[in-house]
Structure formats: structure tokens, C-alpha cells
């Protein structure tokens, strides 16, 4: 087997047969394939056409799916019925950080001192084989001497060494790591003589403090942070941050306030400021107001309450900061109370109400007026979720498949809509004609299909347009696949030095890569979990 690395499982996108979501019947010409029957032999229907099951597979391993730790990937030329998995050693990041000094060096540069104070460290990154799957390592450690290591899967990765040490700024570095591999980075502190300092004051207006406890942070245009994220003195709103000597020279750059706590009832804002420049100025956060109390109550088009519903403000409030007030439910009658900040004046709150999984009433976006003495809205008209239906066929493309679980999981948003929340997946079942009907809000899904019979799972992404009309979008009728068993065992460790040994209850996934409008994507095809003696049995698609 070819060994390449990289990439931590978010969600995979895609699988399976059939291509498209369509609101009629499909004109032929629209799609790259149908069903099997329209491919080669050996050859099976993908979401990017007619391809082999056995061929352009990448297979991710992670030991200890818990902690995601030492996740690799591999491709696979030639999917056998017997396929082992032999993995590498744990990657890792690993170098030495090292502070720089005003002293000159012997070679005419500056004389460093190694680094062994506390720090975090932090490397996030995308698969080399997967597109879209990520994955992220954090550790806290006391270098030696300088030296650190941060274990991690294959990947290609931005690692960002922050310092305990406030005054210190955070300094990135990158690394691809390929399995088994341990990759070289080392990173230089700035040596204290050429940061610069940028001090000021956080108020509420006209020389009136917040009352809260509140932090600020230094960001480029791209929000990357130039400083650590530093306390404001709460008696007085003084604060003094650290940036690099080059970021003090710009022209421009971000400060970003933020207020913690478990209810901190100050909205966030970003001012942007010239370093160049003493800050003389206090940053004003504005006449932002008090919490005030909202109510209403949540119905749906039949005019029936909406139990269950998560209802959120957020938006701009007076003085131009943005706040998110906590989440409230709508009781059995579909009435809530929101504790907010007011809106700010003459603007408004975007009043987001999601209706709880398998309710036929969906989520919906208004904009309120909240003023400072709070608010009884008026009945709150949730639209009726989308429609999505289909049927499945078995592989003899002619009998209904019923009794095929479905699963519909939000994985992008269209434009104008907040993303569904994580964990709000519809569930459905096929009947016995095959037919399956889900509810959906407006976003783009991956929908599984995970029949109970020895057949491979396939997925479909459909994507869910807001509108007025009810028409339901149709989804193809297509025929489930023929599957194959496909064994092995995983092991780590070199087999001829004899350091070799299994590795129990190891999450293995098959994914294909492929192309869908203009971007690679990965279609999980099969996923598996290994036995107390490393053995796994996964079920994939076969012509």
C-alpha cells in the first residue's frame, strides 16, 4: 500500500449513486450518471460519474478516536477483499524555540537564548489526501531547554506558539507532516527591546467605565491576532498590549474588546486605530443599555404553538457594538422569554428562532425593533420546513428498498440563512415502496442512506432553497449498491524489526476523492471500527 498523510474527520460530503436535486423528473442530460447500469463493467455510479470501487480510495486510521491523536491517511491503489493497515509511528511537530536578544551573534546576526517558559501550543490544519477534513492539536508544556514537540495526525498545518507571558507576542510557523514523521519548526520570540507597547483606555462613554470585566486584543485586517488577548483593568479601563515592532509601524490595525464572564451583558466591538500614534483617545464602547426582557410566542403557519424552539437576539446595539443574548426555549404553548440588550436606535435585533428536529414548522430569521424598555412582540410565524423526498430502489434497480434509515446533516449554509445548529440532523426511514419524506430548513445536507441489509451506505448532498411555495424538491429515484466485504487488520510498528502490534477499537474510513462543481470533495464510503485484536470488516461498493 502507497503511504501519504494527512487530515482529521469533520464531515465527510457526498457518496454514493445519482447526482442531482431535482423538482421534476431528470432530463438525462443533466446528470453524469443514473445508476450502475450506465457505467462499464466493474465500474459503479459516483456523485462525479462512472468509476472503480476499488480504485482512487484514501483510508484515514485514527488509534484512539477519543483524543484523534496519530490520525493518518493512505492511499489505496488496489482495494483487495484482505487489506491490512499498517501504520506508522505517531507524528509529531517538534523543534525548539528560541528567544531573540539585542546582543550581536558571532555570524553577525542576533544572539538567541532558548525559550523554557510555559507556553500553549496550537496547530490547526487540513488532510494532504482529504479535501475539507481538518483536524486540530492543542498541548501546554515548559520546553527544555528550549526543545517542544506536539504530537499530531498527517496533515498540513499553521501552528501558533503563544507564551504564557502576556508581553510576549504569539508567533506561526507551518509543517506538513507525513505518517511517521516527526517535522522540524523552529520559532524565535522577538527579543523584548523591539516590541512595542500600545497603551490606552476602554470606557463606557464620557468617562464612565463598564462594569464588567473585559479583554483586548491586537488583530491584522484578517483578523490573524497580533497580540495576546490581555485583561483591562477594571477600576480604571487601562490597558497596555504587546505587538511586534513591525505591526507598531503600520498605519492601521484592529483592536477588538470583548467582555467575559458567564453573563457579560457588554457587546464586542472592534475599533481600528494608527499605532503610530498615542492612543489619546479612550475607546468608547457606547450607551449600549441594560438587559431587557423580550417575549412573544412562536406559532406555525397551521397557527398551532411551536414547543421546543430555540430562540436567540443578536445584532448591533446602541454605540455600534454587536451582541448575542442567551439562548431561550418556547414552553409547550410556544412562548419564550430572551433577556437581550437593546437594539440600537432606530436599527434592529435579528430574532433567530430554530423549531426543535421533526418539527414540520422550520427555522425562521426577523428582524425586531427592541427598545430600552423591552418588548412583547407579536406572534412569531414560523414557514413550514421544506419537503425532501425520494425513493431507493435495491440493486436490482426494479424492488423498493424499505426499511433504509436516512439521515440528513446540515454540513453548509445558502446565502442569507444562518447555518442549521450542529446536532439538529433529521432522521427518516424508507416505507415500503422505497419512499422517504424528511423536513428540511434552508441549508445544504449530506444525506445518508444506511440500509440494515449487507449493502454499502451511499449519500446524496441536496441543497434546500428558501421560498413561499410548499412544492417539494424531489430527490431521483436511484438504486441502492451491491456490496463487498473488505477485512483486514490494523497494525503499528515496524513487522520486521518485530516492534509490530495490534491496535484495538481504531476508527478506519473509506473515502473516494472526487470532483463536484469545480472542488475536490470526499465521499465516505464505508466506516468500520477495529476488534479487541485489531480486526475490522467494512462494507463497500461493488458492481
Same mark, same amino acid.
Given at each position: ?5 494527512? &487530515? ?45 470501487? &476499488? ?97 499530531? &495526525? ?5 501552528? @501558533? ?167 431561550? @426555549? ?214
Amino acid at each position: 500500500m502507497t503511504r501519504r498523510g494527512a &487530515g482529521l474527520a469533520l464531515l465527510a460530503v457526498l457518496a454514493g449513486a445519482g447526482c442531482a436535486l431535482l423538482e421534476e423528473e431528470p432530463d438525462p442530460s443533466q446528470l453524469v450518471c443514473s445508476s450502475d447500469d450506465e457505467c462499464g463493467v466493474d465500474e459503479v455510479c459516483f456523485p462525479d460519474g462512472c468509476g472503480d470501487p &476499488g480504485r482512487d480510495i484514501v483510508v484515514e486510521v485514527v488509534p484512539n478516536p477519543q483524543e484523534r491523536r496519530n490520525a493518518q491517511d493512505f492511499r489505496v491503489e488496489g482495494l483487495r477483499p484482505e487489506q491490512n493497515l499498517e501504520l506508522f509511528a505517531p507524528g509529531a511537530v517538534a523543534g525548539r524555540v528560541m528567544r531573540a536578544t539585542s546582543l550581536p551573534a558571532e555570524d553577525g546576526g542576533v544572539a538567541m537564548r532558548p525559550y523554557s517558559e510555559p507556553l500553549h501550543l496550537r496547530a490547526t490544519g487540513e488532510s494532504l489526501l482529504l479535501p475539507g477534513v481538518v483536524r486540530q492539536y492543542d498541548a501546554a508544556l515548559v520546553p527544555i531547554n528550549g526543545a517542544w514537540a506536539l504530537p499530531v &495526525g498527517t496533515g498540513g498545518y499553521t501552528v @501558533t506558539l503563544t507564551a504564557d507571558d502576556v508581553e510576549v507576542p504569539p508567533v506561526r510557523g507551518t509543517s506538513h507532516v507525513e505518517p511517521g514523521a516527526t517535522v522540524p519548526l523552529d520559532m524565535v520570540l522577538p527579543a523584548a527591546d523591539t516590541l512595542a507597547r500600545l497603551s490606552g483606555k476602554v470606557e463606557r462613554q464620557a468617562g464612565v467605565l463598564v462594569d464588567a470585566s473585559l479583554e483586548i486584543q491586537a488583530l491584522d485586517s484578517d483578523l490573524t491576532a497580533l497580540s495576546q488577548r490581555v485583561p483591562v483593568t477594571r477600576g480604571t479601563g487601562a490597558f497596555t498590549i504587546v505587538i511586534p515592532g513591525e505591526a507598531a509601524r503600520r498605519t492601521a490595525l484592529l483592536l477588538r474588546v470583548t467582555a467575559t464572564g458567564t453573563a457579560p451583558w457588554v457587546p464586542q466591538k472592534t475599533f481600528t486605530v494608527d499605532p503610530r500614534a498615542p492612543l489619546t483617545e479612550p475607546l468608547t464602547l457606547g450607551d449600549y443599555g441594560t438587559p431587557v426582557r423580550v417575549t412573544g410566542r412562536v406559532v406555525g403557519l397551521d397557527g398551532r404553538p411551536v414547543a421546543g424552539a430555540t430562540v436567540s437576539l443578536q445584532g448591533e446595539v446602541g454605540g455600534g457594538g454587536t451582541f448575542r443574548g442567551p439562548l431561550a @426555549t418556547t414552553g409547550a404553548e410556544g412562548r419564550f422569554t430572551a433577556d437581550t440588550l437593546p437594539s440600537a436606535p432606530g436599527g434592529t435585533l435579528s430574532l433567530v428562532v430554530v423549531p426543535p428536529p421533526g418539527a414540520t414548522s422550520g427555522l425562521t430569521v426577523q428582524s425586531v425593533e427592541v427598545p430600552r424598555t423591552g418588548a412583547t412582540l407579536p406572534d412569531v410565524l414560523c414557514p413550514d420546513r421544506r419537503i425532501v423526498q425520494g425513493a431507493l430502489l435495491l440493486p436490482d434497480t426494479t424492488n423498493p428498498a424499505p426499511g433504509v434509515r436516512v439521515v440528513a446533516e446540515p454540513v453548509g449554509q445558502v446565502p442569507g440563512w444562518p447555518r442549521p445548529p450542529a446536532g439538529g440532523e433529521a432522521l427518516g426511514t424508507t416505507d415500503n415502496l422505497g419512499a422517504f419524506k424528511l423536513r428540511l430548513d434552508p441549508a445544504v445536507y449530506r444525506v445518508d442512506f444506511v440500509p440494515t441489509e449487507n449493502l454499502p451506505r451511499v449519500s446524496r448532498t441536496v441543497t434546500v432553497l428558501p421560498g413561499e411555495d410548499d412544492t417539494p424538491q424531489v430527490l431521483a429515484t436511484f438504486p441502492l449498491q451491491k456490496g463487498r466485504t473488505v477485512s483486514g487488520r490494523v497494525t503499528e510498528g515496524d513487522a520486521d524489526a518485530g516492534t509490530s502490534h495490534v491496535v484495538p477499537y481504531a476508527s478506519i474510513r473509506f473515502y473516494r476523492v472526487v470532483t463536484l462543481e469545480g472542488r475536490p470533495t470526499t465521499v465516505l464510503l464505508s466506516q468500520a471500527v477495529s476488534d479487541q485484536q485489531g480486526r475490522y470488516t467494512a462494507l463497500m461498493p461493488v458492481r
